[in-house]
């Protein structure tokens, strides 16, 4: 097996969970669906590409590691909509203008709370069920992409390559096995010393270390463009104490 080694670093990541009230909930780990939208946005796909973008994520399998824990950021911020300039009504697909509902709601002031994950370094290798584009079409986009790409929220943008400077593409008996064998970084992205870890992989690959098997929802149905679908994950921790 082949699989594309990436190495996530950003003073702010954010992995989309599950949306709860005014809160952009996270996941600890990237999902699915967000990295079929960031390989996509690095092959200077678009939105409108439906079945390009659902034929990658059935393809997509990964396996990720945070080298450098992160700290969780929860990024609170209001939006008047009682200004005058936001009275206007917005204009839909369906040719007819549309307000929110209810009375204060309609021009109030609205609260949201997005959530991030702040200074944190994560190793995440990708294969590729056999089709296109391959491994080594993704491993170009991500060295050379079409468009600026970000790590979940276009806010989140990358603070180095995506690529592993050293194993861009490595090979391996399985996404764990790859993942066991790339070095871990530190802070600076200088190779650091064994220790405990947090991991996942698909739970079809088992259990090691201690962890537990979790129901995600990280698909999307690309033609609806809406999340759908939802898939068993490993999440756990592996490795020793270090030195």
């Known amino acids: 097996m082949r699989a594309v080694v990436l190495r996530l670093d950003a003073p702010m990541m954010s992995f989309g969970g599950v949306l709860v009230d005014r809160h952009g909930v996270i996941e600890r780990f990237p999902g699915t669906a967000m990295l079929t939208g960031l390989i996509?946005?690095?092959?200077?796909?678009?939105?409108?590409?439906?079945?390009?973008?659902?034929?990658?994520?059935?393809?997509?399998?990964?396996?990720?590691?945070?080298?450098?824990?992160?700290?969780?950021?929860?990024?609170?911020?209001?939006?008047?909509?009682?200004?005058?300039?936001?009275?206007?009504?917005?204009?839909?697909?369906?040719?007819?203008?549309?307000?929110?509902?209810?009375?204060?709601?309609?021009?109030?002031?609205?609260?949201?709370?997005?959530?991030?994950?702040?200074?944190?370094?994560?190793?995440?290798?990708?294969?590729?069920?056999?089709?296109?584009?391959?491994?080594?079409?993704v491993a170009a986009a991500l060295h050379r992409p079409a468009r600026p790409i970000f790590l979940g929220r276009k806010t989140c943008l990358p603070a180095r390559p995506l690529l592993d400077p050293v194993t861009p593409v490595a090979q391996g008996e399985d996404l764990v096995s790859i993942l066991e064998s790339i070095p871990l970084w530190n802070r600076a992205g200088e190779l650091a010393a064994s220790r405990k870890v947090e991991v996942c992989w698909p739970a079809e690959l088992g259990m090691r270390g201690r962890g537990d098997v979790r129901q995600v929802f990280d698909l999307r149905d690309w033609p609806n463009q809406i999340a759908a679908g939802s898939r068993l994950r490993f999440e756990g921790v592996i490795g020793d104490d270090g030195p």
Request: no cysteine; charged share 25%.
């Open 40 to 137: 996509g946005n690095a092959l200077g796909w678009h939105h409108r590409d439906v079945d390009l973008l659902q034929e990658l994520q059935s393809r997509i399998h990964y396996a990720a590691r945070w080298d450098v824990p992160p700290q969780k950021l929860i990024d609170y911020h209001t939006v008047d909509l009682s200004q005058e300039k936001m009275r206007y009504p917005g204009w839909t697909t369906r040719g007819a203008p549309e307000h929110r509902g209810g009375e204060s709601a309609r021009f109030g002031t609205h609260q949201r709370s997005r959530h991030y994950w702040m200074d944190g370094l994560m190793t995440v290798v990708l294969s590729l069920r056999p089709g296109t584009p391959t491994v080594d079409d």
